[in-house]
């Protein structure tokens, strides 16, 4: 039976059982929502009258002048995954009065949306992926009788990789209390496996000034459930490694969003937003395995299970749109967002960049209540260019991989109708991103990788 280690700590995200990778994944969002959100590229602060446009300005809510419920249903492929879901369910109540001036319409909704899928699989090969040279560097001013502990697995100067390289014959000691590699396994592969979503629970108030001026709020929920699965394998054709890591995380927090959009003239439309950092509670778990074939003596030892707890922070989101709109035949809206990560207080560094997003919508009345939609959208990077983000020495987790996204982008076309009584849209969306895959933080050539992914909703919609 597996040892299990409780090990309860309280710290900042950026704990040893954590890094800025961590940071960056969960607080990544994608373009998620209703299909004419979708289809729109989720360029809709300036336009609102949408369910998911109040993921970005809850003042949106307030172009509503009938309440509505509606659900919507997709399928997400990336590579061999195919994942259906439901990234959206929201009830809005509408509430007006028959004037012209003044408060007129107050309007609250309650929704589930979900914001990023996890979901994908990464399989690749190459030379010198550094797995040994790894270990040795988080092991270097360990001295050997450092590994004679009964409960190593509880000592907090020693890192669960190193115990593993050391119990399965990869790393020799050398002087100085500096490590080198048992064997130099020259060829390698990784397979990646991740699954997972950032959903939220949220409600929200929006009123409507005199059919002209829209303010907003909301109280808005997210959780979070990641799971990582790794296979790193090297080789030289006699000796090898193979290590199995497991990660996840499990989290909710809280946050509030503040909006506005202004129709100064019947064309034009303005909108602005504000979103607070969420601070997430997390609860992490950790696993890691070891097969090895040194001098053809095979091996295979095991971490327990480690478990801990943290709070990790994510950025101040902010969002600016302007749209123009041109009567009954359609609207064009360009949207920029920003989102500040927090940097340390005295040093004022982070690892991570400020992000910025920039989006374009398109909606074109074909016929009388038939729509088409049409969206792009550019994400800079989180993360500074190709930084190392490796673990502390004496770290429990044993996930050495990494990645840096250079950059994302969507494209995205949607169809659709309504009326006064119900809505059908339906959008597709095609997402590409290239990114540099590290196996270790000592490999020195990163494998570049351009992921894509294909995304269709349906969303269906009733007003009364």
Known sequence: MKKLLLISLLAYCLSPLAHSQDVQRFAERSVMG???????????????????AGLDNP?????YRNSEISLTAAVN???SILKI????????????????????????????????SFHQDIQLAGANLG????????????????????????????????ILGYDG???????????????????????????????????????????QWYIGASINIPTINYSKNIVHFESDGNNYAELNST????????????????????????????????????????????????????????????????????????????????????????????????RDKQTKISPMEDVHTLRAGLEAQVWAGWYINAGYVYESPFLKQDPVVGLDYNSIRTDIDYRYTQWK??????????????????AYQYGWQLLHQYASECQSNPIALKLENHYLNCTLGFRF
């Open 77 to 79: 492929a990336q590579g």
């Open 85 to 116: 879901q439901v990234p959206q369910v929201t009830a809005i109540w509408s509430s007006g009065k028959d004037k012209q001036k003044g408060l007129i319409y107050n309007n609250f909704l309650i929704s589930y949306n979900q914001l990023h």
């Open 247 to 342: 990660f996840s995380a499990s989290g909710v927090g809280v946050n509030a969003s503040v909006g506005f959009i202004g129709r100064p003239t019947e064309w034009l439309r303005l909108g602005v937003a504000l979103h607070t950092p969420t601070v997430l509670s997390m609860s992490l778990h950790t696993e890691g395995l070891m097969y090895s074939k040194i001098a053809n003596n095979e091996y295979e030892t095991y971490t327990p299970t480690g478990r801990t707890t943290s709070t990790c922070p994510t950025p101040l989101r902010t969002s600016i749109s302007i749209a123009g709109q041109w009567k009954n035949i359609g609207m064009l809206s360009v949207q920029y967002d920003y989102a500040h990560t927090m």
């Open 34 to 52: 209703t299909a004419r959100y979708v289809g729109m590229g989720g360029a809709m602060t300036a336009i609102g009258g949408d369910p998911s």
């Open 409 to 426: 982008q969507y494209a995205s076309v949607g169809i659709g109708y309504r009326n006064d009584l119900w809505l059908l849209t339906v």
């Open 169 to 211: 014959y990869l790393i020799d000691p050398a002087s100085d209390n500096r490590w080198t590699p048992a064997a130099n396994l020259t060829k390698g592969r990784l397979s990646i496996s991740e699954t997972g979503a950032v959903n939220q629970y949220t409600i929200a108030w929006s009123g409507n000034i005199s059919n």
């Open 59 to 63: 003042a949106g809510l307030g172009l």
């Open 131 to 162: 797995m040994l040279p790894t270990i040795c560097a988080l092991t270097d001013g360990l001295n050997e009788s450092s590994f004679n502990d009964d409960k190593i697995w509880d000592n907090t100067e020693i890192g669960w990789l190193s």
